[in-house]
């Protein structure tokens, strides 16, 4: 039995007769890099803002550290530790790098010198060091995508949710952020990301989510879930892990 | 510490001028720059630090005014306590307006509209309740003497609102270099994110409303020891709501200096108007709704924006030539 970090119980949300998330139930161990992936519209980033607190489940719990947060607000979260990230960037775009980060800094840190010192630090753990004067609005999708978990890293976040930071970026960007993401993880944060880029999530996580219409419908290594016949239809179609199978014998 | 240079520097520099000129015309004119000033600053507390539009602080100042009077007519007390209890009324009031619209998530046209609604409610209430004088106002009797808070000459309110603005600026700076002033302006960019990054909009959105309605309150109190008059429409009427917003999006929100730039700029500019159209009921209202117009879509950023555009355009230049 490993020490369960996040344990999400049978969590459901409706948005009217749209079930989004549907019983889902998962626990994340501790120091552990885990992903949850699945087509669009599976839910995933739905399941974020229940874990999180921007949305209150109709029904189901999330225990962060042995403690049930069910519907606590999002920023009594990032105090106890657990800090999400946004898909669509959502930069405070009058300020600078180095003042956005600071913002998730000072969540611990009064001080402004101190908290914009700590903006620096963060900033070259994520590659950043170089843009720190820059307005946020300037910097490029992959700029941004490394504020955004610069900003949450800043927090001294224990979990971080990330969603999606490697959309939008291309191959040799998203070379660069793996290793940054990675090196998170070997700093003792734990991590859960929703992530498309199946090359990330085989580089990276050590278990995987698949949800599909709301439910899980698979999990596992990653090498396990790539292969599994209900994941492959999920994402191509019904019927094609049949005719992938015909078609390879 | 340069902002703290720069308010030192403007201290001196009005302050000076407010003791070595010795024309009433001069000095109603700075007198009126500077009540138009403080305006301006105390919406630009919550409007351009915290991205909360309110189209109705006049409700602060008006509750300021009728306080300042109101204590000295019917309470008896001394014009300085009377302006402590005011401002502490109009703080009161924003208090509980904020807490009502904060905690119920209104933002943006919402926000706008509910400040204007409880501005108008004021205004009717205080058109029909027996001790704030209805329709026919309050008067407060003239007793010039600095230990009455009434002066004389002019010089002893400019000194006075010099005062204010200077406690504004020295607010507005400390936003700019804090942990509040960065949760205000992480919320104003992007609540989602900064509640994310664990900030509780409704407390420090609440916290900035009530600096705000302070200062709104001293505003109101000056107003109501400087002309001794006051009835709901000058009190609660959206014409100050309007000076006050109008001197924040001129000059250019979430700035320092802006607020201090559009309220002389819009000072000036009704000074013009009335000098070409004479007493042309409204003219001024027209002049300032057309500006504003223009502002908003040519130049969003207000005139300190337009500084900061032309610094980075010659910066661009310099960086060209080498």
Known sequence: ?249 | MKDVAAIALFVLVIGAAAVALDSGVALTFMMMALYATLLAQAWNLLGGFGGQFSFGHALFFGSGAYVQAIAQLSGGLNAWLALALAVGSAALVALGVGALAFRYGLKGSYFALVTLAFAEVFRIVALSLPFTGGGVGLMLPLRASAANLQFGSPRGYVLLLLAFVTLALMVTAWLRHSRFGARLQAIRDNEDAARALGIAPFQVKLAACVLSGAFMGAAGAFYAQAFQYIDPALAFGPTTSVEALLGAIVGGMGTLWGPVLGALSLHLLSEATRNLFGALPGINMVIYGSVLVLIVMFMPRGIAGLGLSVRAFWGRQGAGDD
């Open chain 1, 1 to 249: 039995m490993t020490d369960v970090l996040l344990d999400v119980r049978d969590l459901s949300i409706a948005f009217g007769g749209l079930r989004a998330v549907e019983g889902v139930s998962l626990a994340v161990s501790r120091g552990s890099l885990a992903a949850l992936i699945g087509p669009n519209g599976a839910g995933k980033t739905t399941l974020f803002a229940l874990v999180s607190g921007f949305l209150r489940p109709d029904r189901g719990s999330v225990r962060f550290d042995g403690r049930n947060i069910t519907g606590v607000a999002p920023h009594l979260n990032a105090r106890a530790g657990m800090t999400r990230t946004f898909q669509i960037v959502q930069p405070f775009a009058t300020q600078t790098v180095r003042e956005n980060i600071a913002v998730g800094a000072h969540l611990h840190i009064a001080g402004r010198a101190a908290a914009l010192a700590e903006a620096e630090r963060v900033a070259a753990r994520v590659g950043l060091a170089s843009q720190l004067d820059k307005p946020a609005a300037d910097l490029t999708v992959a700029g941004r995508k490394r504020l955004e978990l610069a900003r949450a890293l800043a927090t001294r976040a224990r979990l971080l949710l990330l969603d999606e930071v490697l959309a939008g970026l291309n191959p040799q960007e998203i070379a660069e952020m793996i290793p940054v993401v990675r090196g998170l993880a070997d700093t003792g944060v734990t991590v859960l990301m929703i992530e498309h880029v199946m090359q990330a999530v085989m580089n990276l996580a050590q278990h995987v989510w698949v949800l599909a219409q709301g439910r899980l419908i698979a999990e596992g290594s990653p090498a396990e879930v790539t292969r599994d016949p209900a994941v492959i239809e999920a994402y191509l179609g019904h019927g094609t892990a049949e005719r992938l199978r015909r078609a390879a014998g």
